[in-house]
């Protein structure tokens, strides 16, 4: 028998070999509650699940592996063939013999934040190509006597829509498709509770995250003959089509993200957002600028007149970057409207007569850096590029283009378009040095498959392949701009994965910047991302309070997307300040320690954002429902007269100030950390929509 164990920290994942070799999978656990339930000793290995069930090998569940063979064989026997352990992780190979297939297991763990990263890949040596159906990045089972599952559903303006339930037995599965944007409907991302729902502080949680870019699967069986057994099924959406695998290439699943708590779902907070600062995303410890964006603030109507006004008022109100969005573009096809231009990157210069540089110039004046959104996938038919490559874009030969938001999707299965996508951002960068920053969009997704570059047999290839070339063209840019931020938006955020981002400084969220609406979906989305990678603006929309609005933005990245000609006194003041409170408490809402103080679901909510040493600590008091003497309304609660803080140090005293969008900050003398552990900071807030900041800061 051979026994291996995956250690990242507390959290072990151990296999063992049956009598015929087969790999089963023992627990999957912090190590305190290794095998929990299950009196390990007592059992041989034949009585586990199976770490990798291929198809046949398994009865009564959905294969983690089926593939169909050259000479139409379906079944697959895998068995340990060997088994190599270095620094970049572990390596786990079974092989079918007959079928002369290789699947290794690969898995790499990170002790400190005790995540791991966990992937497939398959190889084969069978006369001519085989079809793989179904290929997990990882199928765990998970020990669950009372399993809660967390996932996100969601669509344009309502991602991160957290659905939360106790799993049923049978098949229950979450899935995206589309290939461009499908984290709009289902961000891949989920929590796992196994033992009954976790709170904050207390419980245990697996958290996972699948990164990749593509259509997403994430399926969770539990069956009536052993209801304590969760079989999860986490890879890319095999319902888009099998893949053609040709002898002796290797096939690389997307990556699996696990991380482990057995105290609830704050150390998991925090595990995640040091691993992806560290792993997942660019420049993971520097600070984001405060940008001002000029997407709800104007759509496609400037010039350069009207831009230039508006960077005095973004330099006025304290934001650091000017972000030029959609419609800059366009000679032949102005891109006036969503329905031309898109494929044309010369500057419009009816709207635009000094170009690009005329505005790098301007904002320089101003103090503000300077980015500019792109949309290099994409083409509209009224467009010069259209015009020229009508071959370039996605789609069957004989069948109507049929188009979403007026456009087509290039296909960047072709070397060239993924030329002409690299092209664009060279060209934009190289003729605009004065520009650092780009939005990186896209609008709709691929639901008119086919490519020219791929066989007539391979066509369903292009769902997996089309997100690889994408990760191509994305990591050459990354590599060429190294001094480049890049934000990644897919029509909101239809692309926050833990694959794309490593190309990229940010996500864009969602267009929902309503801020009851978006603090909800920042609560969700910071289990996983840390608040810097959260691109969060201050807008118009539903006409909301704006002061609410900025506290609200300032729990992740700061930024602006108003017209500030629209401002009145009162709220050009809340924004100046918002930006200056901003700056002064960033390095904690951007890399520090995240606490969820209070949920957002009876009216109110808190967050807290502390420096490592805890010395410095900051507090968001949000009041969302009003609030009347029995509490707020419509929810029934207690009334709210407190906002304990967790995570300060007992035994530290710390000034307290209050900081306020009005200009009239107060100071609450010095508080002990152990009574504002206790009984909190006094709750000032009862209207709907107002917000509290407090900066606490330790005295000794
Ligand atoms: C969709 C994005 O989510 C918006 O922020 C904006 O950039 C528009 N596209 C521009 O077309």
């Not at 190509?129 to 344009?156: C, H």
């Not at 330099?315 to 366009?330: N, Q, S, T, V």
């Not at 409170?581 to 967050?607: H, S, T």
């Not at 929509?689 to 800061?697: G, K, Y």
Request: glycine share 10%; net charge negative; proline share 6%.
């Amino acid at each position: 028998m051979t026994a291996i164990d995956i250690r990242a920290g507390d959290v072990t994942l151990r296999y063992e070999t049956d009598a015929d070799g087969r790999l089963r999978q023992i627990g999957f656990r912090p190590v305190a509650a290794d095998g929990a339930g299950v009196e390990r000793a007592s059992f041989p290995p034949e009585a586990f699940p199976l770490a990798y069930p291929a198809w046949g090998e398994e009865t009564g569940a959905t294969p983690a592996l089926r593939v169909l063979n050259h000479d139409g064989r379906a079944g697959c026997y895998l068995t340990l063939d060997g088994y190599e352990r270095n620094e970049a992780g572990h390596r786990i190979t079974l092989t079918d013999e007959l079928a002369a297939l290789e699947v290794t297991l690969c898995l790499r763990t990170w002790a400190e934040e005790q995540v791991i990263e966990q992937w497939t890949e398959i190889r084969h040596h069978q006369p001519g190509p085989v079809t793989v159906g179904e290929v997990a990045a990882a199928a765990p089972v998970v020990y669950a006597p009372d399993p809660w599952l967390t996932r996100y559903a969601g669509d344009w303006a309502s991602e991160w829509l957290p659905v939360t339930g106790q799993l049923p037995l049978g098949a229950c599965a979450v899935e995206s498709f589309g290939a461009v944007r499908p984290h709009l409907q289902a961000a891949p991302f989920f929590l796992l509770a196994p033992d009954g729902r976790a709170a904050e502080t207390e419980g245990s949680v697996l958290a996972g995250a699948l990164a990749w870019g593509g259509g997403v699967r994430l399926a969770f069986g539990r069956r009536a003959r052993q209801p304590d057994l969760v079989r999860l099924w986490c890879g890319a959406n095999p319902a888009m089509g099998g893949y053609r695998l040709d002898p002796g290439v290797l096939f690389t699943t997307p990556r699996m993200i696990w991380a482990w708590s057995d105290e609830g779902g704050r150390p998991l907070t925090h595990r995640l957002h040091r691993w992806v600062r560290t792993h997942a995303v660019r420049d993971g410890q520097r600070i984001r600028a405060t940008v001002f964006n000029t997407w709800e603030a104007a759509g496609f109507d400037f010039d350069q007149a009207r831009l230039t006004a508006m960077m005095a008022d973004a330099a006025d109100l304290g934001a650091e970057l000017f972000l030029l969005d959609d419609g800059w573009f366009g000679t032949e096809f102005p891109r006036d409207d969503d329905d031309a231009g898109l494929g044309d990157w010369q500057p419009d210069p009816a709207k635009l007569p000094d170009g690009i540089v005329g505005l790098t110039g301007a904002a320089g004046r101003h103090g503000l850096r300077f980015g500019l959104w792109i949309e290099p996938e994409m083409v509209n038919p009224s467009s010069q590029l259209y015009g020229e490559h009508p071959g370039w874009v996605t789609g069957e030969p004989g069948r109507p283009r049929r188009e979403e938001r007026n456009q087509l999707v290039l296909d960047l299965c072709q070397p060239d378009v993924r030329a002409f996508v690299t092209g664009v951002v060279d060209f934009v960068l190289t003729g605009n040095p004065g520009v650092s920053y780009l939005k990186w969009d896209a609008n709709r997704d691929i639901f008119e498959p086919g490519s020219s570059a791929l066989a007539a047999g391979r066509q369903s290839n292009l769902w997996i392949d089309t997100v690889l070339a994408r990760w191509q063209v994305m990591a050459e840019i990354a590599a060429g701009s190294p001094d480049t931020e890049m934000m990644l938006c897919a029509s909101g955020g239809g692309r926050t994965d833990l694959g794309t981002l490593r190309w990229f400084h940010e996500v864009w969220l969602s267009d929902n910047t309503d801020a009851v609406a978006r603090l909800k979906m920042q609560w969700e989305a910071s289990r996983f991302l840390p608040p810097q990678v959260i691109g969060a603006h201050v807008t118009r929309w539903g006409d909301q309070d704006l002061a609410f609005a900025c506290a609200v933005a300032m729990s992740a990245r700061f930024g602006f997307d108003l017209d500030p000609a629209t401002l009145d006194h009162t709220e050009r003041l809340a924004c100046q300040r918002a930006a200056a409170i901003y700056r002064e408490v960033r390095d904690l809402v951007q890399l520090g320690d995240m606490f969820r103080l209070i949920a957002p679901d009876a009216g109110r909510a808190a967050l807290g954002f502390a420096d490592t040493g805890r010395r410095r600590y900051v507090v968001f008091g949000y009041q969302l429902a009003d609030a009347g003497p029995s509490g707020p309304t419509g929810t029934g609660g207690p009334a709210s007269t407190a906002c304990p803080v967790a995570g300060v140090r007992p035994d530290s005293a710390y000034r307290v100030r209050e900081l306020s969008l009005a200009g009239d900050d107060r100071d609450h003398g010095v508080l002990a950390g152990s009574s504002l552990l206790t009984e909190g900071l006094a709750w000032p807030l009862t209207a709907a929509r107002t917000a509290a900041i407090w900066l606490l800061e330790a005295e000794d």
